[in-house]
């Protein structure tokens, strides 16, 4: 079943917006309904100024914050009404580097989340903290669309990356819903990371063969190589549309810590990747 709820989080930077272009033509394909959250954010203003920050200052800086949300929310409703989707769009006050709850109650009721990578020479505020908010606080499969993608969005050709664990069963369960039938499904298993017993991959193969999708397995040695490393060059390299992988097996304090799979491959991911936790 294709998803009818899909949620967008906007880009505030005025480039083209891949996220945004890739959200817009899978709500048309599958004629669901759009939401679009647009963020002002507040200016932070750290405990280390010195001399009090004008008040005139703080309310220009909050007011063209409004102004930025404005635009790129109605650049998308122009973009949105040309492609003639069902839409709407929400504009979120970010208070002092919170998190906008109502980005939090509108991720716990979709069915799919969009969010775009971060691009180094565009940041985004809060980006990060948003993706993880999102795989955290929602219920929905999270797809984090690369700031250089080009194509429309399809999952035709998939790459599963499995280890085993709860995280990345359940971003297969949560994408099987989205996959046309007859869609080509690779199992990738790297080293040693999957701890089953029998055949590593084999009963989810099996899983989802019983859904009409055609499944291979496929095992490459991790040794000497980050995670994220072998599962993006493997995808790019092969032509996978979609690379589809749980996302912080450890905590997120520790994964800031120290990194992990999930952050490696947020920052250098040039296929989308749909994530859950």
Same mark, same amino acid.
């Given at each position: 079943m294709a998803p009818r709820d899909i949620l967008l989080l906007l880009d505030l930077d005025d480039k083209p917006s891949a996220s945004m272009e890739f959200a817009i033509d899978l709500a048309q394909?599958?004629?669901?309904?759009?939401?679009?959250?647009?963020? *002002?954010?507040?200016? #932070? =203003?750290?405990?280390?100024?010195? +001399?009090?920050?004008?008040?005139?200052?703080?309310?220009? &800086?909050?007011?063209?914050?409004?102004?930025t949300a404005d635009a790129v929310a109605k650049r998308f409703d122009e973009q949105a009404r040309l492609a003639g989707i069902s839409r709407e769009i929400r504009i979120h006050e970010v208070l002092m580097g919170g998190i906008p709850q109502g980005f939090v109650a509108s991720a716990r009721l979709s069915d799919l989340i969009i969010i775009g990578q971060e691009d180094p020479d565009h940041p985004e505020p809060l980006r990060d903290l948003l993706i993880e908010t999102a795989l955290?606080?929602?219920? *929905?499969?999270?797809? #984090? =669309?690369?700031?250089?993608?080009? +194509?429309?969005?399809?999952?035709?050709?998939?790459?599963? &990356?499995?280890?085993?664990?709860?995280?990345?069963?359940?971003?297969?369960?949560?994408?099987?819903?989205?996959?046309?039938?007859?869609a080509e499904i690779t199992i990738l298993m790297i080293g040693n990371a999957t701890k089953q017993i029998g055949e590593p991959g084999a009963d989810l193969a099996t899983w989802l063969s019983r859904h009409?999708?055609?499944?291979?397995?496929?095992?490459?040695?991790?040794?000497?190589?980050?995670v994220?490393?072998?599962?993006?060059?493997?995808?790019?390299?092969?032509?996978?549309?979609?690379? #589809?992988?749980?996302?912080?097996?450890?905590?997120?304090?520790?994964?800031?810590?120290?990194?992990? &799979?999930?952050?490696?491959?947020?920052?250098t991911m040039t296929v989308p990747v749909l994530m859950a936790h």
């Open positions: 394909r599958s004629t669901a309904h759009l939401t679009a959250i647009a963020l *002002a954010v507040d200016p #932070v =203003v750290t405990g280390f100024v010195v +001399a009090p920050v004008p008040v005139d200052l703080i309310e220009g &800086a909050r007011a063209d914050a409004r102004r955290y606080e929602g219920v *929905a499969p999270v797809l #984090v =669309v690369p700031y250089i993608a080009k +194509a429309s969005f399809k999952m035709e050709k998939v790459l599963v &990356a499995w280890d085993g664990s709860r995280p990345a069963a359940r971003a297969i369960h949560d994408s099987i819903s989205f996959l046309p039938e007859g009409g999708l055609s499944v291979s397995l496929k095992s490459l040695p991790g040794a000497g190589v980050p994220a490393d072998t599962i993006l060059n493997y995808a790019t390299d092969l032509g996978y549309d979609v690379v #589809v992988m749980g996302a912080y097996g450890h905590s997120w304090i520790r994964e800031a810590l120290i990194g992990g &799979a999930t952050r490696d491959v947020l920052r």
